[in-house]
C-alpha cells in the first residue's frame, strides 16, 4: 500500500514537473499511435464507403474479414510483423525492425479493420432516402456517395476514435516490432511493462495516470460524438 | 421539354406493375396523376425521372424533335421530390444549396437561388436553422424549394400533400400555382385528392391497370 501511495506521490511529481524523460515517451506515443491512425483512416474510410455503396464479388467475404480483424490479437500482429519485417524475412531490407515505422505498421494494421468495419456499418446505417434525394437532385454517382458518408460523419468520427482508443493502450505488438528502446520506440505502454519489471513505480504510474487520462479522454470524445450524431439529424417523417 | 413514356412494362419479382404504358407529357403542361394504392404511380414516376430503367419499352425526352440522350446533363434538368424528403443533416439553407453546388455555381448565385426558392415556400424565417428541426409540413416545404431552387423543366411531386395539414397543403399549392404561372415548367404530381387536381387546375390522369387514362 505504502509503495502505490510513495509511487503516486512520485508519479504527480514527474507529472507536474514535465520530465522529459516522460514527455519524450508520451510524444512517441502520440506519433506512433496518430500517424497509424492517420494511415489507417487513409486505407479504411475509402473501402469502407466502397463496401457500403457498391456490390461486387467476394464482398461479403471482405466484410467478414474485416469483422474478423477487429479482434486481432496483438502479439500475433506483432509476431507475424516480427518475422516479415526480421533481416531474414521478405521485408528484411527495408531494416525496419525495432524503429518506430514498425510499430507504425503494427498499430495500422491494428487500427484499420476498426475503421473500416465501424465506418461501414455508420454508412450502411445512413437512410436510403438520402442517396436517393442526392440523386433526384442531380449528383454523379461520386457525389451522392459524397452526401451518403458525409451524413455518416458522427459514426466515422466514433470509429476513428474507437481505433484510437484501442492502438494507443496496446502493448503486444509495438513491444514486439519496436524492442521497446530508450528515447527511439519506447511508448506508454511499453514503458510500463518495463518499469513495473524494474520496480521502478513512479515513472510506471505517472504514464498510467496520463494513459487513463488519454482513455477518459477518448471515451469523453467518443461519447460527445455519439450524442451529436443522435441529435436531430436525417430524416424526418412526420411529428 | 415534352416527356415521353412509350409502351412501358415494369414488373417486380414477377409482380407486372406497369404494362404497355404510354403517354406524352406536353412542355409547359401540368398534370395531376391520381389511382389507387399499389397501382404503379411510384414506379411509373421512378421510371419516368430516370430513376431506373423500364423492362420494356423507353422513357424519352424530347426538345422539339430532338431525343435527348439519358445522361447527367439531362438528369439534370428535371427533379422529383418523395413523400419521404430526405433531409441532409445540415441547415435548411444549406439543404437548399446542394443541387445548385453539386453543378457548381458561384457562391452569390447559390445564395441568391436558395433565399428566392425559401420565400417562395415561406420558410425564410428558418434559414439557418437544422433542417431536421422542422415540422413535417415545413419539411415537405424544404423538399419543394431544394427541387425549385434547381430551376427544373420537368417537377415530378409524388403526394407533396398526403401527410401534411392544410395550413401547409395550402402553401404548397399557392407555391405550385405561382410557380406554374412563372416559370416553364412541366409538373407531375401525383395525389389522392380530387379537390387538389381541382384546385392545381392541371389535366387529370388515372393509373389503372398498369396504364395511364384522361379522366377528362
Redesign the interface.
Known amino acids: 500500500m505504502e509503495t502505490i501511495f510513495q509511487g503516486l506521490v512520485s508519479a504527480v511529481r514527474l507529472i507536474a514537473g514535465f520530465n522529459p524523460e516522460l514527455l519524450g515517451i508520451i510524444f512517441l506515443s502520440l506519433q506512433v499511435s496518430g500517424l497509424a491512425l492517420g494511415a489507417a483512416s487513409a486505407l479504411g474510410l475509402p473501402l469502407a464507403a466502397l463496401l457500403a455503396l457498391k456490390r461486387f464479388p467476394l464482398r461479403g467475404l471482405l466484410l467478414g474479414l474485416l469483422n474478423t480483424g477487429m479482434g486481432l490479437p496483438p502479439v500475433v500482429v506483432g509476431l507475424l510483423l516480427y518475422l516479415i519485417l526480421s533481416r531474414s524475412g521478405p521485408l528484411g531490407f527495408l531494416e525496419l525492425l525495432y524503429t518506430p515505422g514498425a510499430m507504425i505498421i503494427a498499430q495500422t494494421i491494428l487500427a484499420f479493420p476498426i475503421v473500416t468495419s465501424l465506418s461501414h456499418a455508420a454508412i450502411v446505417g445512413v437512410?436510403p432516402?438520402?442517396?436517393?434525394?442526392?440523386?433526384?437532385?442531380?449528383?454523379?454517382p461520386r457525389?451522392e456517395a459524397a452526401?451518403v458518408v458525409?451524413?455518416a460523419r458522427y459514426g466515422i468520427g466514433a470509429a476513428v476514435i474507437a481505433a484510437f482508443g484501442r492502438v494507443s493502450a496496446e502493448v503486444g505488438a509495438v513491444l514486439m516490432v519496436g524492442g521497446n528502446i530508450a528515447h527511439y520506440t519506447r511508448v506508454m505502454t511499453t514503458a510500463i511493462a518495463l518499469e513495473t519489471d524494474k520496480g521502478n513505480f513512479d515513472l510506471g504510474i505517472a504514464l498510467g495516470i496520463i494513459l487513463l487520462t488519454l482513455s477518459l479522454l477518448v471515451t469523453v470524445a467518443l461519447r460527445a460524438v455519439q450524442r451529436r450524431g443522435r441529435a436531430?439529424?436525417?430524416?424526418?417523417?412526420?411529428? | 421539354m415534352t416527356v415521353q413514356l412509350h409502351k412501358i412494362a415494369k414488373a417486380y419479382q414477377g409482380n407486372r406493375i406497369l404494362a404497355d404504358c404510354s403517354y406524352t407529357f406536353a412542355a409547359g403542361g401540368a398534370y395531376i396523376l391520381m389511382g389507387d394504392n399499389g397501382s404503379g404511380k411510384s414506379t411509373l414516376f421512378r421510371l419516368a425521372a430516370l430513376l431506373e430503367p423500364p423492362d420494356q419499352g423507353e422513357v424519352r425526352y424530347l426538345q422539339g424533335d430532338l431525343t435527348l440522350p439519358p445522361d447527367i446533363t439531362l438528369k439534370r434538368r428535371l427533379t422529383m421530390v418523395f413523400p419521404r424528403v430526405g433531409v441532409f443533416s445540415r441547415s435548411v439553407s444549406e439543404n437548399v444549396a446542394y443541387g445548385l453546388k453539386i453543378r457548381g455555381l458561384p457562391r452569390d448565385r447559390v445564395r441568391e437561388q436558395v433565399a428566392r426558392a425559401l420565400e417562395e415556400v415561406a420558410l425564410s424565417h428558418k434559414t439557418h436553422q437544422p433542417a431536421a428541426t422542422l415540422s413535417s409540413g415545413e419539411t415537405m416545404r424544404l423538399g419543394l424549394a431544394r427541387a425549385l431552387a434547381v430551376e427544373p423543366e420537368v417537377l415530378f411531386l409524388d403526394e407533396p400533400t398526403t401527410h401534411i395539414d392544410r395550413a401547409n397543403t395550402r402553401l404548397i399549392e399557392d407555391c405550385l400555382l405561382q410557380t406554374l404561372r412563372e416559370r416553364a415548367l412541366t409538373l407531375i404530381l401525383i395525389t389522392h385528392d380530387p379537390a387538389q387536381a381541382h384546385r392545381l387546375g392541371g389535366r387529370r390522369l388515372l393509373l389503372q391497370e398498369g396504364r395511364i387514362v384522361e379522366v377528362d
Not at chain 1, 129 to 140: D, E, H, K, Y
Not at chain 1, 232 to 239: A, E, I, S
Request: charged share 25%; proline share 4%; hydrophobic share 45%.
Open positions: 437512410d432516402v438520402i442517396r436517393l434525394a442526392a440523386q433526384t437532385l442531380g449528383a454523379t457525389q452526401a458525409r451524413e436531430p439529424t436525417g430524416v424526418r417523417l412526420w411529428d
